[in-house]
């Protein structure tokens, strides 16, 4: 064991604080579900391609910088205690990618990967359907083969991104005979081709983070199937790993929350100390936070020494979740009757993006599996306890 | 940076927790707690043989001179196996303190080749603890008075027995009179003797109870996997399942914690304590969290003398009071948080000390 960094680590560390520093935008970007907004979290995509931190953790060869997981750990603390933008091709780097790495062909590999790194081409995901939410063996949107192409119809929902998104990665059923987690293939395609047509649904915010999308013959190109046929469920599962386990949610995104709820208590004490249970809130919270970034540490750490990634993605996928929850009800808290104002609120200024993080807070337990399905893992899985 | 043990250390702990899992099974445990002093000589004999009461002796006096960093890993297997203090007491904190006097003096010379053989026990006595742990069984007891260490022997104080609801525990209050003869360090030197004592002390707690918090899992799990009610076994309900799942995540967010712990006082970082203070938080929850589902997970199996998860609940318990109470560790944390000069954030995870300039930053523009 050895907690400190090494020197080369603390020259990447500045070397990372100083290009975002150079870079930073210089006023925060609009909400990336708006129109704008995506488009100039794309740009920000491309800002950071060409200054080489788009995606640290890939070979250099697709577009990334080629870092272990301790300099990614690194990277994500400097950007998000710079108040960096939100990521609006994180389907794709962090989720799809390890996917591509893994099971995908070399040509896809160089198809793929370098549009994603630059944000040319923005992915979002498709696995639930309207019969098909956390029991996802259940999904029923068809894919068959039919020559070169597969022939798609269906529908899929709660599709992150899709309104403006450029591509599309998820599940379908290539075998229309097989049942449950059998005879599911992973497929890639583009969201404008014919037959495609998305509904944008509305999130808690307003804005519409989500899409339902229907696909009516649509023909996609045999060539965009990831891995066999029919394979798709454990292909999906290792995304899903990816997902829960590590890449999603770095600990410093928490941390910085943590350390702004300070600031915000600090702020506001007088209103705050009305309840003696919020101090206790914050000191929970940031310990919590400190935790996680222990415990994501030691995660890389083991990684680093060639072990795999296990009961992590369920324990992580939890613990994150409620931590978010607290720090930004606590905040909600402290700021009283402004907690709710719009961000074009008068007295809102400097405050909204609590009640933009509270509402995302809402949705943490629920995405990338919901907390129930994470317990249900841990139980059977890592505990060994009977399945119902 | 790098957050694994290495291979010898898993190794050792390997070794202890096999040794552990035949000679201090609950039933001998049990056995030995119902005697009047609690202790056995022959366990303690065979403690000694793995070695556990010669590793933080330094090796000129018949030891071991391992670190904190070994002992943690081996102190979450004695909360695993809820085994006294007396032995923490003697071989991790006394011996540690004994060790950090400096220079080949008598005191060393007498008593730390005797705690190493395992023929030694040593009770503390520090304002931390209102009631001074294993008192009646100690052969010296390294007390505190205004910072400064005394040993006194057991004939020269007397013992008025607190007896606790952890029926492993044996508490005394001791009435005692410092002399210049008692005294083995002044003030000064005391001070940051205590000062590491108390840190360890702090993470020997935190380290069994997270030991203690996975052994209630386990119990609750093996329980839950025999016990059958309307026709299945209760394992396969989720309102069975979950709150044990919780236990198994809030383990896994104190164990690294802990550990960074117990390597901020082996290196001697000015942060330890605040370290300290925050595995006593994760620890503690997951011990509280762990009680709560596995005696639920029991039913009334969970509140009689009988099922063994009693003699863990109740140490877990406990535990909580002692080296600087909790309530002590969470107002030192939030002391620190709240503080202008705090280092916060993203990137301050490993700072050695607390309350440095934080680093500077660029201006935040957004979430």
């Known amino acids: 064991m050895r907690l400190e960094y090494t020197e080369r680590q603390r020259a990447f560390r500045e070397e990372v604080r100083q290009w975002l520093s150079e870079h930073l935008p210089e006023k925060p970007l609009e909400c990336l579900d708006t129109a704008e907004g995506f488009e100039a979290h794309r740009a920000w995509e491309r800002t950071l391609f060409d200054g080489g931190w788009s995606a640290v953790t890939w070979p250099k060869e697709y577009g990334g910088r080629g870092c272990g997981l301790i300099d990614w750990l690194i990277f994500e603390e400097e950007y998000w205690g710079a108040g960096a933008p939100l990521r609006v091709n994180q389907n794709g780097i962090f989720l799809l990618a390890p996917t591509l ?5 070399e040509a896809q590999k160089q198809r793929f990967l370098p549009p994603m790194a630059s944000g040319e081409e923005i992915w979002a995901q498709g696995w639930s359907e309207p019969g098909a939410g956390s029991d996802m063996a259940s999904l029923r949107c068809s894919a068959i083969r039919d020559g070169d192409h597969y022939v798609i119809n269906g529908q899929k929902t709660w599709s992150t991104r899709a309104v403006y998104a450029d591509w599309l990665f998820g599940l379908f059923r290539t075998d229309p005979a097989s049942q449950r987690h059998h005879g599911l293939s992973f497929i890639l395609l583009p969201l404008n081709l014919p037959g495609i047509s998305i509904r944008p649904i509305k999130q808690l915010n307003g804005q519409p983070g989500f899409a339902e999308i229907f696909f009516d013959d649509v023909r996609v190109p045999a060539e965009n199937l990831i891995g066999e046929e029919g394979s798709g469920w454990r292909i999906a599962m290792a ?3 990816f997902e829960r386990g590590l890449m999603l949610r770095s600990p410093g995104r928490f941390q910085q929350t943590a350390k702004a709820l300070v600031d915000l208590y600090k702020d506001n004490q007088t209103q705050a100390d009305r309840d003696p249970g919020i101090r206790d809130a914050i000191t929970r919270g940031y310990v919590a936070a400190e935790a996680y970034a222990l415990a994501t540490y030691r995660t890389a750490s083991r990684l680093a020494k060639g072990g795999k990634i296990g009961a992590e993605s369920s324990t992580n996928k939890i613990f994150w979740s409620e931590l978010d929850l607290l720090l930004h009800e ?7 009757a402004r907690a709710q104002l719009l961000p074009h609120a008068p007295e809102a200024a400097g405050i909204s993006h609590w009640l933009d993080g509270f509402l995302f807070a809402q949705a943490g337990p629920i995405y990338a599996g919901t907390n129930e399905i994470q317990r249900n893992i ?3 899985r890592v505990l060994g306890m009977p399945r119902a | 940076m790098d957050f694994t043990f290495e291979s010898h250390q898993i190794a050792f ?20 707690w119902e005697t009047t002093s609690g202790r056995s000589a022959d366990l303690r004999a065979r403690l000694a043989d793995q070695g556990l009461t010669a590793l933080s002796v330094p090796e000129d006096f018949g030891g071991i001179g391992l670190g904190d960093l070994d002992w943690v890993l081996v102190l979450q297997e004695l909360g695993y196996y809820a ?9 991790y904190l006394a011996a540690g303190l004994l060790s950090e006097l400096s220079g080949d003096i008598e005191i060393k010379r007498e008593w730390l080749p005797r705690i190493a053989s395992g023929e030694a026990r040593v009770a503390i006595g520090h304002p931390s603890n209102p009631f001074v742990a294993d008192a009646g069984t100690a052969n010296l007891l390294l007390m505190w008075h205004n910072d400064a260490v005394h040993a006194v022997r057991p004939d020269a104080v007397k013992l008025t027995a607190q007896p606790s609801i952890d029926n492993s ?14 005294r083995i360090a002044d003030a000064r030197i005391g001070a940051p003797l205590w000062q590491r004592l108390l840190l360890r002390g702090g993470l020997a707690t935190a380290a069994q109870q997270v030991g203690l918090a996975q052994r209630m899992l386990d119990l609750g799990v093996d329980y839950a996997a025999q016990r059958k009610q309307f026709g299945k076994i209760i394992g396969t309900f989720q309102g069975v399942k979950h709150p044990l799942a919780d236990v198994a995540v809030a383990i896994e967010f104190a164990e690294p914690v802990v550990h960074r712990a117990a390597y901020c006082i082996g290196r001697g970082h000015a942060r330890a304590g605040h370290a300290v203070a925050q595995a006593r938080m994760q620890a503690s929850e997951a011990a509280h969290k762990a009680a709560r589902a596995s005696i639920q997970a029991h039913g009334a199996m969970g509140y009689t003398w009988e099922a063994d998860l009693q003699m863990f609940m109740k140490r877990a318990w406990v535990l909580d009071a002692g080296w600087g109470d909790l309530a002590h560790h969470k107002a030192r944390i939030a002391e620190d948080i709240f503080d202008d000069q705090a280092a916060l954030g993203p990137s301050n995870t490993f700072s050695t000390h607390y309350g440095e300039a934080p680093a500077p930053r660029v201006s935040a523009v957004s979430r």
Do not use: C, H, N
């Open chain 1, 378 to 380: 841990i139980a059977e």
């Open chain 1, 239 to 241: 995304t899903a790993g």
């Open chain 2, 83 to 91: 085994i006294p203090e007396s032995l923490v007491d003697t071989a």
């Open chain 1, 330 to 336: 606590t905040a909600m808290k402290i700021l009283g």
């Open chain 2, 169 to 182: 525990r044996r508490l005394s209050q001791v009435e005692w009179k410092p002399e210049a003869s008692t």
């Open chain 1, 101 to 105: 790495m893994e099971y995908g062909t």
């Open chain 2, 13 to 32: 702990r390997d070794a202890i927790r096999k040794f552990l899992m035949v000679e201090a099974a609950p039933e001998m445990l049990r056995e030995i």
